[in-house]
């Protein structure tokens, strides 16, 4: 595996700008996963741009001193193109809406554009796709099997997770990605998957993907059948597609959700309900853990209360990898926690939260190094 997929926290995001107090959450946020490198003069950004290796890539205010923004990204564009170096992903962020003209010329230089005032969550979707983006092409370095996995599942989500509430889930769709999840744990190439995930912002494609496999690699070792590994891989896959529903700027939100926010994020339970539950191609197992994986053996989870027997296993199962998931994902409001802070967190759940027999076997698979 390339030191790109496992080392994305030695590469640099470049920001230039002159004020960067519009940017100071996005700061935050990028300090989880990389290098920040703040830039305030035109001249200074280029020069980094077009000589430093190892920039991911760069987010432009067109407001900088010395040398535009816009002339910044055109240059740089341009001196990349004509030496052959790699195109660095770039942001160009913009004051206003309002010349046509001008904005119309910007889009040919730069691979995406934002406007000040910005919405922080949605601003970092855009960004972290232009990052994405390039993390994709190092899947080309992984092996058949994983790099399968990551280009079919990756496909697949966006088109399900595109769906509108009361539309049927594409169950065709999911099938396809459970069967390359099984048929790689089966042959032990979900870890490379996993490792590969962690350099990707997705949230949706990384957390469900992520979560399947784990409920997966988890089924397989307590010795599951095939097809209850199946039931695994597509409800881990299948989730969260409510919060399909839900906003992207509270998805990436960077920072704590107030309670009104808070509520809505909960409410994405009832939203896969409503996607799945009238869905006849949409097995029960799949529903419940759509629906049961936030609830808690001691009745104080969400959205029923349900508690202990009331909860089929796979929906144990499906709470133990969400809660993982959760605690190693890198989100917009917090870093990947390291996995001995996570276990002592787990240990902690414990029957309360987690079904314990279920949660010692998931933690003895992971100190075993199962998975990462």
């Known amino acids: 595996m390339s030191n790109n997929l496992l080392n994305n926290t030695q590469q640099t995001i470049l920001l230039a700008c002159s004020d960067t107090r519009p940017y100071s959450r996005i700061i935050k946020t990028l300090k989880y996963s990389y290098n920040l490198e703040n830039i ?168 469900n993907l992520k979560v399947s496999a784990l409920m997966t690699i988890f089924g397989s070792h307590i010795g599951l059948k095939r097809n209850d590994l199946h039931m695994l891989a597509q409800g881990g896959l299948l989730h969260d597609i409510g919060k399909s529903q839900i906003p992207l700027g509270l998805l990436d939100k960077p920072g704590p959700l107030n309670e009104t926010e808070w509520e809505e994020m909960k409410r994405h339970v009832i939203y896969s309900g409503n996607i799945m539950g009238n869905d006849s191609n949409v097995p029960s197992e799949i529903l419940n853990i759509a629906m049961r994986h936030h609830e808690k053996m001691d009745g104080t989870g969400y959205p029923n209360g349900l508690k202990g027997t009331q909860l089929d296993d796979l929906s ?37 939260h987690l079904e314990a027999g279920f949660l010692d076997k998931f933690l003895e698979i992971l100190q075993d190094g199962k998975f990462h």
Not at 95 to 102: E, G, L, Q, T, V
Not at 159 to 172: D, L, P, T
Not at 316 to 330: C, E, F, G, M, R
């Open 40 to 207: 305030e003069h035109g001249h200074k950004a280029y020069n980094s741009l077009i000589k430093s290796n190892n920039i991911k890539a760069a987010i432009i205010d067109t407001d900088l001193q010395g040398l535009s923004g816009f002339q910044v990204v055109k240059r740089t564009n341009e001196y990349r193109e004509e030496n052959n170096l790699h195109h660095i992903p770039i942001m160009l962020v913009c004051k206003s809406k309002k010349d046509r003209n001008a904005i119309d010329r910007l889009k040919e230089y730069s691979d995406c554009l934002s406007f000040i005032p910005f919405d922080d969550g949605v601003f970092l979707t855009n960004f972290w796709k232009l990052c994405d983006n390039d993390t994709e092409r190092d899947w080309e370095n992984l092996n058949y099997a994983q790099s399968s996995i990551l280009k079919i599942t990756k496909r697949n989500i966006e088109k399900i997770f595109a769906i509108e509430s009361g539309n049927h889930c594409q169950m065709g769709l999911v099938t396809e990605c459970s069967n390359a999840v099984v048929d790689a744990a089966r042959s032990n190439e979900l870890d490379g998957v996993l490792l590969a995930l962690r350099n990707h912002h997705s949230y949706s494609f990384v957390h």
């Open 316 to 352: 144990l199962i499906a709470q133990i990898a969400d809660v993982y998931s959760a605690l190693t994902d890198k989100r917009s409001y917090k870093p990947s926690l390291p996995k001995e802070k996570v276990i002592g967190i787990m240990k902690s759940m414990r029957s309360h």
